[in-house]
């Protein structure tokens, strides 16, 4: 390993260490968006392993967001639906090797990202007043 690659795998765990759980979601998304894309470019060129193996990456991270709902809270149901649904997409994309539906679910989870910003703005927005 060289000593660029050293630091920033430093820095990458550095990060995580510190990260606030919202952040640790974030960072969640962004990693299952980043699995995803590279899920759709292995099926678009047809490598098999590789689209296998970034699909598992992202249902892994959707079992992990299962994990840790909270049931007390009755939103945690819808978004236990819609992990459910998103597993279910992720097998046929993979049994299948079908990019338009690996398209359908970045379009998921490039929204719940979004949206996963959005309620962090405003919880910073809330604590400053």
Known sequence: MTQANKAYAAYASNKILTASPA???LMLYEGAIKFSNIALAAMENDDVEKAHNNVI????IILEFQSTLNYDYPVAKDFNNVYEYLKFRLTEANLHKEPA???EILGHLRTMRDT???VMELSKIAKAN
């Open 116 to 118: 996963w910003k959005e």
């Open 23 to 25: 952040e640790l979601t």
């Open 101 to 103: 539906i690996m398209e």
């Open 57 to 60: 990456k992202v249902r892994n």
